[in-house]
Each structure stands twice: as C-alpha cells, then as structure tokens.
C-alpha cells in the first residue's frame, strides 16, 4: 500500500456494519470532470504513490489530464489482480517455476518468487468439439480432454499448492470471462482493511469483457501478467479516451451481437488502437450487463485498450443477479457513489478526447465476414456480400452455367439446396450413413454457439433455444453436412435451459452440449465428419463456418473451412437450418413445414417479450450461488488427480507437455550492454494485418510439420498430438510451430502459403521451414528480423506470438504499424520494435527480404535513455531511419535487462 499521501485523500468508509480505508478522488483537483476510466487510474496513483515511481507529480497530471493531447506522460498502474485461462496461463507457472530455479542458481530464495496479487487461472480453453450431435458429447469430450492433457491439469495442481495466491478453476466450469463476471469479479476490492476498485490485467485480450461490469482490466501477454503477479506495475501512457454515447434502445430483432458488431465496424473505422473507449449516456441504462459484457469482449476486435462501462443501478441489479453478497453489493455502490463513479446521465458530461454517438434504434440485424470481426453486413445484404466475396475462395471463379439453367434462385433443388445460379458451384456427392446430398461452396459446415462473447448473455441464448422450439414445432430440421454444436459459458446457462425446457429442442438440431469452453472460437472445432473433410479437400471447396464468437481470422476456426461468419446464436440457428451461406434469410424461406407451406425466418424469430418472459421465469440467483459455491474444488477427475508437491518442481524429461524453457540458461546478476544489430538476414517479409493468430502456435499440429515431426519422434501417436494451445508449456512443440498458421504469406518465398521461407544459409536459398532455417541460422550466428506492414501483431494477445518469434532468432521487427500488446510482448521478450518513417514501406524502399540488414543506434539505450531513431542499412544501399517504439523508461529497462523476466528476476536478487 502507499507510503506517501500527497493530497490528504485517505480516509474512511462505513458501510453496514464494517468501515473500510479509501483513497478520495475528489482531493485531486481537475478529478471531477475525468472519465470515469481515468477516476479508476487516478485512486491506483493514489493509494500506491510511494515518491519514486509513483509520485504527487504523476498524479498532478492525471488530475490535469489535458483530453486533447498526445499521450506523453508514463504512469504505472498496479492491477488488483490477474486473470488467465489455461492456454495462456500454463507457460506463465512454466516460467514461474523455471525463475523459482533461477533464483535458487542464482543464490537467492526460491520461495520469494509468489504472486504478489491474487492470480486465477480458469481451464477453459483444452475441450475440443470432437463427438457432437449426440447426447453423450459432453461426457465424451471431457474424458478426451483428460487424457489429453493429463500432465498440464497434474502442473497446474502444483501450481495451486505451491504458489501463494494462485487459484485454479477446473475444466468444464465455464469460460474464463463469464466465470470472471459471473463471480471472480469483484467490483470493488475489499482487501486488508482497504476498498479500491477492482482492476486487472488478464492473459487473454478479451479481459475486456469485464468493462462491462464498470472493472478496468485488458489483455497483456503472459511476460506481463507474469510481471504484475510479481509485484511490478504495468507501465503505460496516460491515454486519450473516446466517449461514445449511447442513446435510446435496441429495435425488436435486433440482438447484442447486432450492436458489438455495429459498434466494432464503427469504432474501427473511426480508430481507436491505443485509447480508452467508455460509454456514456442516457440509452447506457437501456443496455443490459450481459450486452455491456458482449461489448466490453469485442475491445480487442475493434482495437482498443479497453471498452468500459460506468457502475450504475444496472451493474448492482447484475451483481444481485449472479449471487455476490448483500455485503459486497452495498460495498460497491456505496463505494462508487462515494467516489464519483456512479453513472448519472443528467450530470456534467465527461471530457472526453474523441467523441461518437450511436441511436440504438438503428441497429440492425448483422453478421461479420469472411476474414475479420469488423467487415459487418446487414443480414439483408449477406447473400449479396457472400456471393461477391467467394471468387477470392475458389480455383475455379467460373459459375456452372448448367446449374444456372436449369432452376430459379428462388427455387433451389432440394437435393441441393446449396446450389443457386450466378455463382461458381462444385456439387460434389457426399454420403453419410446412408444419407447422400451435394456439398458446394458455401455449405455451411460449422455452426456453433460458442465463446465467451455471446454465451454470458440470457436474450440471446434463450432466444436461440426458442428458435430451435418453433423451428422443430415448424418440422425443420438441420442440413446433415452442418457439425452443430453448444459450448455454453457456464454452467449456468444449461440450469436455465433445463428449467426453461428447452434443450430438447436445441438437441433436436443437434445442438447438443460439448463442452464448457472456448472451442470452436479459439480453433478447437474439432475435424469435421471425414466425408465432408475429404469431399472439401478433394475439391477444395469454399466451405462455412457460423459462429457466435468474437474472432473469425483466415485459417482460426477449421484447417478445411475457408470462410468464418460471425453471427448471434438465433442466427447460427437459422444457418444450420439453411445449411448454406448462399441464402437470403430476410427473405428466403428456410424450409417447409410439415404442410409444405415456406417456412421464414421471420416465422419463428421469438419476440423480445417472448425472450424476457422465459428469462424471468428461468434465471435466478439461486442458479449463480449454487454453480459456484465451491468453483476451485473441481469434479470427480479432477480432484483425483495426483498432485506433486515442493517448492520447485521436478520436470519430466519425457513430458511432451510441460519442459523447462531456456529463457534463463546463462544469465547473469547483472546485464550485458546491448548490441547493435549487424549481417541480419530477413526471416519472413509480411503484409498488412498480420494476426497474432498468423504469428503465435493455434489450431491442430499437422503430422508433416515440424512440430508434428518433432511429436512422432518423441513417440507421440497422432491422435495424441491434441493442439498448439494445449502444448502451450513445450517451447519445443511451440517454436515450431512459431509464423506456421496455413494462412501466412511470407513474401520471401513467393508463391508458398504456410511456415515457408528461404535459407541463405545454403547455396541457392532453397525454400525451408521458418523453423528449419532459424535453426541454421542460428548455428552460423545470423541474426533476423522481420519485415511487416501496416498493423502488425493484432489479435489476440498472445505471448508465445513474441517468445517464438525471440527464440527463432529474431533480433528486430520493423513494420508499419503495431498492435498495441504484441509491441510490448517483443519488447518483454528482447526483440527490438521499430517502424518504417511515416509513409515508408518495404515495398516503396525497395525491400525484397533478400537483403542483409544492420541496425545501427541500438547502443545508445546503455546510456540510459531511448533513441527515437536508429539507422537500417541493407547491402543493397538502401538506408533509412527507424523509429524506435520503445514508447515508455520502463519498457526501456526491460530492453536493456532482455527482456521483462530476466529485469524482474534481478530486481528481485537485489531486494
């Protein structure tokens, strides 16, 4: 806690029968008119000002935060808390236990190293959807996932005994961020005697979705969360922040994925990267919590920090809801009111930085495609949209002239009900159990209720099953090629479901439950029947996945499906009736009745009274209190789980899983000065928009791969090879499969797509494996860089996108422009980030990636300060200056030490 209290802002609040010490706000003079994320950011300097790094003069220019500046001035934020999820949250406790070694190598206490904040970790990310369609899904891929993962859930037991202040959420719980806002949440955190606003930072970007429950918190990689569960504050800029107000309410029709896709098209076009983004208003109070989570969720998509909103008699009403305490609401509103953080539209607005506006009432019904979260399209429009992207999905553009014929579009055949004039086609005949129809472009394959986006939310979940009951009602029945699949954010919502009694219906379509998780959101769809795969390979169709997540990148969801569509579950519903992208839902019927009358979607879309009416009778807090009344003790599997024990653990050297990184094999007590960079040979020249997804390990391991390679040499059956994310703790498995994703296009190796490069090295550069020819590279002591566009790193948060690009070798990237997180994870791992002058690129400077680069100017960081520039040169003669974004004194240091571990690690000897 503070040692220092510049403004006289300690003092006391009573609440019930207890009396907590707070930090007053209102003492900071200019507080009164800050957003009400920046009054968040304001009590943090408050409480931990210490007069070193957090000082009166930090907080004086928050106080005086000036919205129409530049960023310029770094404060540190002290998070309450961490969250991560199992994918991300494994190499963290790997990297935990490898510095617990390294400390100890070192002289030092290995015990010291512990979370210093509460640190929750939920498993949430290892069930794949591999049995579907059948009432034993559920049971079937929880007993996959246990075998699969055997040695990760046995590390992570540890992890729970070992470290201070370290919790597990066992698999088949729910998703991290609705287990988060369902109950880790806490609002206000009372703690020693001592309220202050519950804050986080998580190891998945959509931490955000916590926004909307007024909790400032966002998505860091797994180095800095790993960093702030040791004590070390989050260095950053004080922010711009975009006020985005809201006013009226939703149309009938229109759900809250409507609105997040809405609003994610309009603040990425509008560009936010970088800024706070909060909500104000009068229609704040029209959006429920679940829809203010949605919203909070989808900040990654349209590129902010964080999208938040203020606490208000919604958010206690919600709170009430899933189950927290008398105690604990009275604490938080009390609180908020204390501090002038209760929403009240009829006050003094904010300042704000940037503003926008949005009338609810003109959302309408959406869905988003092919490729990214942001290309929204209005339902109307979607067979329009579909049909005029498809030609960038086939080999053949050509449209079938005799289909075209031979019906009206109105009237498809019902032996094909994916063909329609006007379009390429490839019927292709598929059979299954007796059952034989025509697979084209455009068959819907996937259609999935999935991730933590949608599946926190009661109006959209209960309208999907009331969908499901009139379409069964109706006789309609889901196409035979559609995989259908349920993956529920908790528990909770089959309670609701099973009360409502509607899972019959959703089952009917096949919607059955597989599992409590992340799945087909994150690439754990599971294959697909092998009729459909080897049809879909065979002819390499154009297929389509429906789902209600938040991310649709090229090559995330199926390794055969080409086209992803983000769409609410109602829709994903009304998809797997229709079984094909090809379809004009506002207007085409989805079928017939058992009358042989059309059946539209219009027929059995539930109204808004219908949806609340089941809500009301369905949802209560009973639900919320019993599902996590004892949330970290886990099932029968997992408590019979044999748990190893000691301070530090014993690595298996034949574990696949779990292996002992390198990160600190030589270190020192002291750092090393830094180098400049010289003879750097290009290891990948990339495009614009390169995901996180492009750069980090995601999805299936192919058995040809390296990674697949590297598994079938250490006896692991394929079956067996289970995903990238879930092999998260092996830096072996996870550095080659670093720049792997099928989708890469590295323009050093035209022509290829996928982990392709070429290695100059050899005579001729042939064309290699990144993997392959980083590891020739680094045997004759090349360093690389990459060279990349515009927006490099966006996505997910992920930290092995940044530790396997440090461990290939990588010693620079200079792009265009960055995402936020992955520009510090590069820097957390030693990497240099810089970036082409102002309207340079590598194609206008003439970069071919066959150069050799020297990076001069690095040297001048052991000065103790940051270069804005430094100077690339290739032997080609091309020169130019680029820009250093090391933005921050405090990234700075964790350059100059290599890296944020190694930085705190020494801080922590020397304590």
Not at 125 to 136: E, N
Not at 199 to 210: A, E, K, Q, W
Not at 367 to 372: E, S, T, W
Not at 567 to 588: C, E
Request: hydrophobic share 40%.
């Amino acid at each position: 806690m503070a040692s220092l209290d510049s403004f006289g802002a300690k003092t006391q609040l009573s609440v019930g029968g207890a009396s907590y010490e707070i930090y007053d706000i209102t003492k900071v003079p200019g507080s009164e008119r800050l957003p009400f994320s920046l009054k968040i950011l304001l009590e943090n300097l408050l409480r931990t000002e210490d007069g070193a790094n957090i000082t009166a003069d930090h907080i004086t220019a928050l106080g005086s935060w000036d919205p129409n500046a530049e960023p310029s001035v770094e404060i540190q934020f002290t998070p309450a808390r961490v969250l991560m999820q199992d994918f991300t949250g494994v190499p963290c406790v790997v990297d935990l236990a490898t510095m617990r070694e390294a400390v100890r190598d070192l002289g030092g206490d290995a015990a010291k190293v512990n979370p210093l904040a509460p640190a929750e970790l939920v498993i949430d990310h290892s069930v794949i959807a591999d049995v579907f369609g059948r009432p034993d899904a559920f049971e079937r891929n929880v007993e996959i996932e246990y075998g699969r993962n055997r040695e990760r859930y046995q590390f992570l037991r540890w992890g729970q005994t070992a470290f201070n202040e370290f919790k597990v959420v066992p698999p088949g719980t729910g998703i991290v961020h609705q287990v988060n806002i369902e109950h880790l949440a806490r609002v206000v955190m009372p703690r020693g005697g001592v309220a202050y606003p519950d804050t986080l930072v998580g190891t998945d970007s959509h931490t955000t979705m916590v926004n909307g429950l007024g909790v400032l918190g966002w998505g860091v990689g797994g180095i800095e969360a790993e960093a702030a569960m040791l004590g070390q504050p989050v260095s950053m800029l004080i922010p711009r922040v975009v006020g985005f107000k809201l006013n009226g309410s939703l149309p009938d029709g229109a759900t809250a994925t409507d609105l997040v896709l809405t609003i994610t098209q309009m603040l990425r076009k509008h560009g936010v990267v970088g800024k706070f983004v909060e909500f104000y208003g009068s229609g704040v109070g029209a959006v429920p919590l679940a829809n203010r989570a949605t919203i909070g969720n989808m900040s990654p998509e349209f590129g902010s920090t964080c999208a938040i909103f203020p606490i208000d008699g919604e958010t206690v009403r919600y709170l009430q809801l899933t189950g927290r305490s008398a105690e604990q609401v009275a604490l938080v509103e009390a609180y908020a009111r204390q501090q002038g953080l209760w929403h009240d539209p009829a006050a003094a607005e904010p300042s704000y930085s940037e503003y926008l506006e949005l009338d609810l009432a003109t959302v309408v019904p959406s869905i988003a495609g092919p490729k990214r979260p942001q290309d929204r399209v209005a339902l109307t429009d979607a067979k329009t949209a579909f049909r005029s992207a498809l030609p960038d999905y086939v080999s053949d553009d050509g449209v079938d002239e005799e289909i075209a014929e031979s019906f009206p579009a109105s009237d498809p055949p019902a032996s094909n009900a994916n063909a329609s004039p006007g379009r390429a086609h490839k019927p292709t005949p598929v059979t299954i159990d007796g059952n034989t129809f025509e697979l084209d472009h455009g068959a819907v394959v996937i259609a999935s209720i999935t991730s933590c986006t949608n599946t926190s939310n009661p109006q959209v979940m209960v309208g999907a099953a009331l969908l499901a009951r009139k379409a069964v009602e109706r006789g309609l029945a889901a196409k035979p090629w559609v995989k259908t699949t349920l993956a529920p954010g908790s528990k909770v919502v089959m309670d609701y479901y099973e009360k409502a009694g509607l899972l019959p219906y959703l089952e009917k379509l096949g919607f059955h439950l597989v599992g409590y998780g992340c799945v087909t959101c994150i690439g754990n769809s599971g294959p697909l029947p092998e009729q459909i795969s080897a049809a879909v390979q065979a002819e390499d169709l154009a297929v389509v996945s429906v789902l209600s997540g938040n991310r649709n990148f090229e090559g995330r969801i199926n390794p055969d499906v080409k086209m992803n569509y983000l769409a609410s579950p109602p829709l994903v519903v009304a998809y797997a009736i229709a079984g094909s992208m090809d379809i004009d839902l506002a207007r085409d019927p989805l079928g017939v009745d058992q009358n042989g009358d059309p059946v539209y979607l219009g027929d059995i879309w539930p109204s808004p009274q219908e949806v609340q009416e089941v809500i009301d009778g369905a949802v209560s807090a009973e639900m919320f209190a019993k599902g996590y009344s004892d949330v970290f003790a886990g099932d029968e599997r997992w408590r019979s789980l044999p748990t190893p024990a000691g301070d530090t653990f014993e690595w298996a050297a034949d574990s696949t899983y779990v292996r002992k990184p390198p990160y600190f094999e030589g270190m020192a007590a002291s750092p090393a000065p830094v180098s400049d960079i010289a003879g750097a040979r290009v290891l990948a020249k990339l495009g614009d928009s390169v995901t996180t997804d492009h750069i980090s390990p995601a999805g299936s391991i192919k058995p040809d791969s390296p990674a697949g390679l590297y598994l079938s040499s250490h006896g692991v059956d394929r079956k067996d090879f289970n995903s990238y994310g879930s092999r998260r703790g092996n830096h072996e498995v996870m550095i080659r499969g670093t720049f792997a994703n099928i989708r890469l296009r590295n323009q050093v190796a035209p022509g290829t797509e996928g982990g392709f490069t070429r290695d100059f090295t050899v005579d001729g550069a042939p064309v290699t494996t990144i993997y392959d020819a980083s590891v020739n590279y680094q045997a004759a002591g090349v360093p690389l860089v990459i060279l990349a566009g515009k927006e490099y790193g966006s996505g997910s948060s992920r930290d092995w996108a940044a530790k396997g690009t440090a461990l290939l070798g990588v010693k620079a990237v200079i792009a265009e422009s960055y995402e936020r997180i992955h520009r510090s994870n590069l820097i957390g791992m030693g990497v240099l980030p810089l970036q082409f002058p102002a309207g340079a690129s590598a194609t206008s400077l003439g970069l071919t990636g066959e150069e050799t680069f020297t990076i001069s100017g690095v040297t001048a960081l052991n000065d103790g300060t940051t270069p804005r520039t430094v100077t690339v040169s290739t032997d080609t003669g091309v020169t130019f200056d680029a820009v250093v974004r090391i933005d921050t004194p405090g990234e700075a240091d964790y350059y100059r030490h290599g890296g944020i571990l190694h930085y705190v690690l020494r801080k922590m000897l020397a304590a």
